[in-house]
């Protein structure tokens, strides 16, 4: 059973920058990890995702050019760097793992079998 941990949600203004860690219990169950976000009142959506082993990422249009997935190798933890965030940013952001096979075209939910518990990101204007 993998465990995953966020951390790093914060109340900051608009512009302004957050990292976001995801901490695992374990890297040999998954493969590709990813991170999700769920505002109130919305569904669940893709943010970015990374490989486990290969460095490739992927991203979201809303998290293009203003977020960067990385996965540190020497720990078991993957962070989303958020820069230039905006009021609509505010969501829980959770962190996804899964066991995936050739091209991560998009981020879905329900591809995902391990998850954390979410923390809270919240962008004022």
Same mark, same amino acid.
């Given at each position: 059973q993998v465990q995953l941990v966020e951390s790093g949600g914060d109340s900051v203004q608009a512009g302004g920058s957050l990292r976001l860690s995801c901490a695992a219990s374990e890297i040999r169950s998954w493969n590709f990890m990813a991170w999700f976000r769920q505002a109130p009142g919305k569904e669940r959506e893709g943010v970015a995702g990374t490989w486990r082993d /290969?460095?490739?990422?992927?991203? =979201? =249009?809303? /998290?293009?050019g203003r977020f960067t997935v990385s996965r540190d190798k020497d720990s078991n933890v993957v962070y989303l760097q958020m820069n230039s965030l905006k009021p609509e940013d505010t969501a829980v952001y959770y962190c996804a793992a899964r066991v995936a096979f050739g091209t991560v075209k998009d981020l879905r939910p329900d591809d995902y079998k391990w998850w954390g518990q979410g923390t809270q990101v919240t962008v004022s204007s």
């Open positions: /290969a460095g490739r990422t992927f991203y =979201d =249009d809303s /998290a293009k």
